[in-house]
């Protein structure tokens, strides 16, 4: 079993819906959680941190599930820019190692 | 240029020969770090350094992976006797380390170094 589990997808949805990606990860000593975003041939870029009492960016909204040990990421209204792969990683406080998941891939079309 | 910078962005090679890949952090990050990506793969950890330390390895970095980071700053990945199953993305990032909130472990990637082993 991977450290971290992503739904590949592909998602492909209209503009304007609504689209969320979930991710679980199996270590409980994982303290900290991200969310980036890859463009194709692109490096992976942080889209926002996942803190514990759940946070949001404008449409983006992440939120944390200790106790079951998964995170989400919803898009609201959703724009073709947001076409991308998700990456979900998890971090052990002050380890070294992020673990990456697979990523989900989101097409959204006109 | 304040950025992850990697060089060279793409390097094919026959299978055998030996390969280097350079990556030059942000000046103000101590750790740095080695992914190698595959198509449809997230990134896989290969290795990172703290200042000039290598402190930890992934178990799947065969002895012909070798990484140095001498002066704490720019950082080299050498892979030697390549063989196809070589031919990945090579990533560099960097971070500075610290409690969650705060900005740390947030990683800061180059743009990789595309290796391709025929």
């Known amino acids: 079993r991977k450290e971290v589990e992503q739904d590949p997808g592909p998602f492909n949805v209209p503009e304007g819906a609504t689209v969320a990606f979930n991710c679980t990860y199996s270590n409980s000593a994982s303290q900290s959680f991200f969310w980036y975003r890859q463009d194709c041939r692109k490096e992976p870029k942080l889209l926002m941190s996942v803190y514990s009492s759940g946070n949001e960016d404008g449409r983006f909204t992440a939120q944390l599930n200790r106790a079951s040990q998964y995170i989400s990421l919803l898009i609201r209204d959703s724009k073709l820019s947001d076409s991308a792969t998700y990456l979900c990683?998890?971090?052990?406080?002050?380890?070294?190692?992020?673990?990456f998941g697979d990523g989900t891939t989101l097409t959204v079309k006109p | 240029d304040t950025g992850v910078s990697q060089d060279p962005r793409h390097k094919i090679t026959k299978r055998g020969q030996n390969v280097t890949f350079r990556c030059d952090p942000i000046s103000e990050h101590n750790r740095l770090y080695w992914y190698r990506q595959t198509l449809g793969q997230g990134p896989e950890f290969l290795t990172y350094f703290q200042n000039e330390a290598q402190l930890e390895k992934s178990r799947l970095l065969s002895d012909r992976f070798s990484a140095e980071r001498p002066k704490g700053s720019f950082s080299t990945l050498e892979i030697q006797r390549t063989e196809q199953g070589d031919s990945a993305m090579y990533l560099c990032a960097s971070s500075f380390p610290g409690h969650p909130g705060t900005g740390a472990n947030v990683l800061t990637f180059g743009a990789g170094s595309r290796l391709t082993v025929l």
């Open positions: 990683v998890v971090n052990i406080l002050n380890a070294g190692k992020s673990t």
